[in-house]
């Protein structure tokens, strides 16, 4: 199987993952934390493996060390900066850590390594590897003070993330079969002496699933980390069907794995999150007077995926206030989609932003009083509100 990871990587996974990195505040959160890892606890770090664990060596481990040294191979990894462990801990689990730049470090907890036979162990070391690979750790789950949005955002890509590194956990056995018991064994937590496999049931399940979850939006956690398992085997599925010419087109399969994958997505109101953004840059380009300063403060209270697709149609325009001014006007044609929680939400931000230097200057006020005037909230209100933010 001659597949390079760099050609198939799910475009769903690495859209988001530039997204979120395009902002210049979350970016900077993200280098700020892994730097503080390799000066702080790296040495720690390496302790706490040392310690509770074996380090795995061509001597103590051979098959386990061929294993690791294969599918760093099959995956194009020349980096000798990777060790691998094996913890004592009976969960059932494995992961990447980050050390320091350019040192890593895979795990396999003893749980996981004594229900797994050999080939399945290959599995899981691609996934940790391919998160490497793609460079996952730099997406933190802990930015710092960021609204809920953004939270969303971050866990839709751990789970979109995991899908990525299957298909290099795929790569490194060759085996759809072997990708399948894994998971499932992982799943249930047995060596699936009773199970039959074939006969699981899983498109049944999977819509059921679905359905539940179309029903019933309360069941939806915002911070599930990894899709289930079901899905992940219905997303390996449909790729080995793309590697082994059964189905054409990566991007058809894509779609097909990200429609089921955003089932577990809270529903967002996008056409508020898009006025609010529309409205802060307005207010923002109004006094450009430490505009800087304002731009960190929108990136760390917007979505970041539609901030991306805004700011990219503005990049070249010259007159920003117009530009806003009229994107804004144009998307509130509809007012009754917003209800007045949404339209107080939309001036308490356009006033935060305002005052993120520490200042509301005259532009400002102005263009905020314009926005609550053209959402129809009254004079009363607002001048009540820019007063709590003077």
Not at 102 to 116: A, D, K, M, P, Q
Not at 157 to 167: G, K, L
Not at 173 to 182: F, P
Not at 302 to 307: I, K, R, S, W
Request: proline share 2%; net charge positive.
């Amino acid at each position: 199987m001659l597949i390079n990871p760099e050609k198939i990587r799910p475009s769903f996974e690495l859209d988001l993952y530039n997204d979120l990195l395009n902002n210049a505040s979350f970016k900077k959160a993200s280098e700020g934390h892994l730097n503080k890892i390799s000066l702080d606890h790296s040495h720690e770090n390496t302790l706490a493996f040392l310690t509770n664990g074996i380090r795995i060596n061509h001597k103590n481990s051979p098959s386990l060390y061929d294993a690791f040294c294969e599918v760093k191979k099959k995956l194009k990894i020349n980096s000798s900066n990777i060790d691998l462990y094996i913890e004592n801990n009976p969960s059932i689990n494995a992961g990447l850590a980050f050390i320091k730049k350019s040192r890593y470090v895979i795990y396999l907890n003893s749980g996981l390594v004594n229900l797994l036979d050999l080939e399945e162990i290959k599995f899981v070391i691609g996934h940790e590897l391919g998160h490497l690979k793609y460079q996952h750790h730099k997406i933190i789950k802990n930015p710092g003070k960021c609204l809920p949005i953004f939270t969303i955002r971050l866990f839709e890509h751990s789970r979109y993330a995991e899908i990525s590194a299957d298909r290099c956990g795929l790569i490194a056995v060759e085996s759809l079969e072997v990708a399948k018991s894994t998971l499932l064994k992982i799943a249930t937590g047995t060596n699936l002496d009773y199970i039959c496999k074939e006969s699981i049931g899983m498109k049944v399940q999977l819509n059921a699933i679905k359905d539940i979850l179309n029903s019933n939006q309360g069941l939806i956690d915002e911070k599930l980390s990894h899709p289930y398992s079901l899905i992940r085997i219905y997303a390996l599925e449909k790729f080995n069907n793309f590697i082994s010419k059964k189905d054409n087109g990566i991007n058809e399969i894509d779609n097909k794995i990200l429609s089921l994958l955003s089932a577990l997505n809270p529903k967002m109101n996008h056409k508020k999150n898009e006025i609010i953004i529309y409205a802060c840059f307005w207010v923002s380009y109004s006094d450009v007077k430490n505009l800087k300063i304002e731009k960190e403060n929108i990136e760390g209270i917007c979505d970041p995926v539609m901030l991306n697709k805004v700011l990219s149609s503005s990049s070249k325009v010259k007159n920003k206030v117009k530009y806003f001014k009229d994107g804004f006007l144009k998307r509130i044609k509809d007012k009754s989609a917003l209800s007045l929680s949404d339209k107080s939400d939309i001036l308490d931000k356009v006033c935060s932003i305002a005052m993120a230097d520490g200042e509301l200057q005259k532009a400002e006020e102005k263009a905020i009083k314009e926005i609550a005037l053209k959402i129809d909230l009254t004079k009363s209100y607002v001048d009540s509100v820019i007063k709590k933010f003077k």
